[in-house]
């Protein structure tokens, strides 16, 4: 009689068992492996997320901040940011006028500088009052500007902010403050129409669609045109006040 009870030898059972163990070793090798980087693009992504988040806080903060300097008459104040790598700087000017639509040459003007936070695709603006987010080439309305055209005498006061001197644009692991100076106004120039009609406003910005959406969220306000730097809206009031409120902005460490 045989003395192998079966087919396969010790020797054949042996080599089963190394196969299995490296069959299993490398299942866990590879599991590892996308673990690690899966989880690692996650924490990286969720770091991003949460920066941008804390540049938002402080732009809220900032445009609080300079509400007190035009509305409430303070001379100035600060805001401090933590820029984590990215960029902090004043952009082109948008260009923001409202005009009499009979007669154009009756208008207000101005050309504020926004202030920018870029990090990659990514932007935070801060412009004429307003709170807008960038992502490539589509933009959306954080907060709105302290615009009015639900009332008989619309109103559309405008954050001027600007800047004369220093560095135009700052990059930083570190905190950049922010200050925020008020700058007297220009009487001269008028910036109310006692007249009732119709009223043209005009945005011109690179982050139009954000502007458009929020006139086209204005019950009483009609866009007329929207280009891809462009947008027109309309609005029939009693009159309009459109007061120009320069702020000056400058950087410090």
């Known amino acids: 009689m045989s ?8 020797t054949d059972r042996g080599v089963s068992d190394v196969v299995g163990y490296v069959l299993v070793f490398s299942l866990i090798v590879a599991t590892v492996g996308v673990v690690t980087v899966a989880g690692f693009g996650t924490i990286d992504d969720r770091q991003a ?15 609080a901040n300079v509400e007190t300097v035009y509305r409430d008459d303070a001379p100035s104040r600060a805001t401090e940011m933590r820029l ?26 101005a050309s504020p500088r926004p202030l920018i936070y870029e990090d990659g695709d990514t ?22 500007p302290p615009f009015r055209t639900d009332t ?26 922010v200050r925020s100076t008020a700058r007297g106004v220009n009487t001269t120039t008028p910036s109310s129409f006692d007249t ?22 204005q019950s009483s306000v009609t866009v007329l045109e929207h280009e891809a730097d462009r947008v027109v809206a ?6 309009v006040a459109a007061p120009r409120f320069p ?4 950087f410090s460490r």
């Open 3 to 10: 003395g192998r009870s079966g087919r396969f030898s010790t």
């Open 49 to 63: 997320a949460e920066r941008i988040n804390n540049v938002e806080r402080a732009f809220d903060v900032f445009a």
């Open 84 to 109: 984590a790598g990215g960029s902090l700087g004043v952009g082109e000017p948008v260009v923001i006028t409202v005009a009499d639509a009979d007669d154009p040459t009756v208008n207000v003007t």
């Open 123 to 144: 932007e935070i603006v801060y412009t004429a009052g307003a709170m807008l987010r960038s992502e490539g080439d589509s933009s959306v309305m954080l907060h709105e």
């Open 152 to 177: 008989p005498t619309a109103s559309f006061p405008i954050v001027d902010t600007f800047q004369s001197s220093g560095v135009t644009s700052v990059s930083t692991d570190g905190t950049i403050r």
């Open 196 to 217: 009732s009609g119709t009223y043209t406003v005009t945005v011109e910005s690179r982050r139009s669609d954000a502007w458009a959406r929020y006139f086209e969220s």
């Open 234 to 239: 309309e609005v029939s009031t009693d009159g």
């Open 247 to 250: 702020v000056r902005l400058r």
